[in-house]
Every structure is written in C-alpha cells, then in structure tokens.
C-alpha cells in the first residue's frame, strides 16, 4: 500500500500511482515555453491515519522517527550519511547596536554539506532513487542545487549530471566537478538548462531532480518547516521572510506548516513574506494579474534570478490561501543587507540569501514588526558561493613593509 499520493495543484486530480511521476499528466499538456508551468504534483498522506497512529505527543513522536511517516521514503538507511538539515538557529538581539523590540531569529541553511538550503531536497531525491535503484540523477541549475545534487550523489555513489548557464558563479561551477559529476554548460538561461534537462531525462531516462517538476524537491525542503517549529519550543513563529525566485523555498515552507495543520499540530500558519529582488519580481509582479506577463531577469542575487518561475501557481495558491506577503527589494538594498548581516551577526550569506534580510530590513524601517514577535530570517546559501558579487562592498588595502613603524599609519 502506498504511504502517499499525488495531486494536482490546478486541476486537483488525485494520482494513486508507484510509478515515477513528475507533472500532471493533463495539466502538462496544456504548457508552454512562455508561461509558467501548469500541474506541479502536491505530496499527500493519509494524515488520519497518522493522528491516530500518534494519539498523543504527536509532534515528538514524529520527530523521533524523523517524520518518515510524512516523507514518500521507507528508511532512514536510504539517506546519505552526510548531515543535512538540524542547521543553527540563532536569536539575534541587536543590530548596529542597537536593541530589537522584536525577537529576530536567523536560519543559517549555509550549514549544510553542500552550503546551502538545495541539499534538503537533493537528500530526499537521492533517498528516493535509492530505494527504487536509481543510478544517475539530473538536474538543472544556476549552482546551488547543482553542486547540492552534485555532493550528495557523492556520498550516495550515484551519478549526477547537472545543466548549467554558463555564466553562473565561478565557485559553484566548481563545486559541481571537485564532487565528480557530469556538468553540462548551457549558452542561454537557467530556463534554457532547465527545459534541455526535461529534454535529456525523456530521451536517456533519467531521474530528475528539478524543483517545481519532482514533487519530492518539495517534500524536502518542507522539513525546514518541522525544524523552525521544534527551534521555538514547538511554537509557530509570527512571520518568516524568505527570498524567492522559482516559488520552490517558499512553497516547501508553507508545505510542512500545511502537514502540521493538517496532523493538528498547530491551529494557523504563520505570515511568509516572499521578499523578491526588483528586477527578478516575476511572482509578485504577477500576483493580482489574470494573466502571466514575465519580463527579463536582472540582479546580483544570482540564484533568485528567473525568468519564468517554475512554481508560480503553487507558490501564489499558498500565498493567497494563507494571507502571505510580496515585497521587492533594489539590489543596493540586498547589498547593504549582506554587509549589515556579516558585520552584525558573523553569517556571511550570498546575496540570494540576504534578500530576505534585506526584506525583514525593510519591514523593520516600516515599523510592520510588532513588539516581542517572532520573526525568523531564512538564510539559504553561503557567501563563498558568489565571491564576485561582493567586490563592490569591500576594499582590499594595500601592504605594508615588514616593520612596526608602518603601522603608524594604519592605527
């Protein structure tokens, strides 16, 4: 009998199946290269069943199985032994020296293996095809998830093929080959290497890893959701802000608050601001709007940079459920947001990451935070992933003699 079953996000039928699914088999039909994909899979479970099966303490006993009633995975023994996930979470008192009204809390996913938030999902995929004795995974990638699907194939001994634009950042291109995987530049955009990817998992049959395709990228990323609950005491924060390009962060977000609603494990799902970089704001430029207009892509913050976001009708549909917020940001204040992060708080995040900062900054100067509420920063990458993007910011000085006199002019 099987643990879970699909459904779709627009038409809302149901697909009881064993086989590898991606896309709603109708909803797909109806895609087209310029609109965001229609009949992205929703994972479900029995979640009466489970409540029964947990009469009391129901979180706790969840946790102490690692949520593997809630994961389309049978074995803990089918995930890598590297550490993904249990990232630090840390309450940030003061900023410029200055003391918050509000409870301020940073999620540093720069903690994982990889260095970033991708090797949630990229553990869970490779949990899945190693059950189903699946060898060689793919991906497409501006870095992030590449080099996230690149290390975990690593320790899984399975074969990661990855497809990139070929202007995406030096290190996380580098990432991908010191993992040993396959990498597959791509003259054109993130969305040329992702339909090129579709193409080569039809004709070579592979599994494919991409977010807002394989519904278990999801899945993964929603156990930040478990994380950030049990991180507050088994408490739902106030408000969460999270950068967002795809739809993919921030549906895996609402994903796992949603299971716990459904378990009866909390009464409301918090506020999710999705903080979005002024000239990459495909969802929330389109928010309102009947129809889907997109507009090209331009910022520094690398990874949130999408022509046409992939999980636009998913993330929307959470959006508009549970009353959460759209914000943009310059890249000037996504800049300011990862020098003010770094010299305050010692987490050195790339600039997809601190859009969210820059998001909690905004409301913050706005005063839309309320005395002694929780608000949680999500931070999904490292800063060694960009180097380039942050030169404007610093300045290297110049040396000096190897004698103590020349420090004179230094101090």
């Known amino acids: 009998m099987l643990k879970y079953y699909y459904q779709c996000t627009d038409c809302g039928q149901e697909y009881h199946s064993s086989e590898i699914m991606y896309l709603c088999p109708v909803c797909e039909k109806k895609n087209t290269p310029e609109m965001p994909p229609r009949g992205v899979l929703k994972t479900l479970y029995d979640y009466s069943i489970i409540k029964k099966k947990y009469t009391s303490e129901i979180f706790s006993s969840l946790r102490d199985t690692k949520f593997l009633d809630i994961l389309p995975v049978h074995s803990l023994k089918s995930f890598p032994y590297l550490k993904v996930g249990d990232t630090p979470f840390y309450k940030i008192p003061k900023l410029e020296s200055s003391e918050l009204s509000f409870n301020l809390f940073l999620k540093d996913e720069s903690q994982n293996p990889t260095f970033s938030f991708k090797d949630r999902a990229s553990n869970l995929v490779s949990a899945f095809a190693k059950e189903n004795n699946i060898d060689t995974i793919v991906a497409a990638s501006t870095g992030n998830a590449g080099s996230s699907l690149a290390g975990i194939c690593a320790a899984q001994n399975q074969k990661a093929i990855i497809f990139v634009p070929a202007k995406a950042p030096k290190a996380k291109l580098t990432q991908i080959l010191m993992y040993g995987a396959k990498i597959v530049p791509v003259d054109g955009t993130y969305d040329n290497a992702f339909d090129l990817s579709i193409a080569a998992t039809n004709k070579f049959g592979w599994y494919n890893r991409n977010t807002a395709f394989n519904p278990f990228t999801i899945e993964g990323k929603k156990m930040v959701s478990f994380e950030l609950f049990d991180n507050l ?20 977000v609402y994903k796992g608050f949603e299971d716990l609603l459904m378990l009866g494990i909390i009464e409301k799902i918090p506020e999710i601001i999705a903080v979005q970089s002024e000239g990459s704001d495909n969802i929330s430029r389109n928010m309102n709007s009947d129809v889907f207009v997109s507009k090209p892509s331009s910022t520094i913050a690398d990874s949130i ?18 009353n959460g917020k759209c914000l943009t940001v310059s890249d000037e204040e996504i800049m300011r947001a990862s020098v003010l992060l770094s010299k305050n708080t010692g987490i050195f995040s790339e600039p997809a990451a601190t859009t969210a900062f820059a998001g909690m900054l905004k409301y913050m100067s706005e005063d839309k935070l309320e005395e002694n509420s929780n608000n949680v920063v999500l931070l999904t990458g490292s800063g060694l992933k960009d180097l380039n993007a942050v030169q404007s910011k610093i300045a290297m000085p110049d040396a000096v003699k190897p004698d103590i006199s020349f420090l004179d002019k230094l101090f």
């Open 305 to 322: 940079s999408v022509d046409i976001p992939r999980n636009f009708y998913m993330a929307k549909k959470y959006l508009q459920k549970y």
């Open 233 to 252: 005491k088994q408490k739902t924060p106030d408000r969460i802000f999270v950068s967002v390009g795809d739809g993919v962060i921030i549906s895996g």
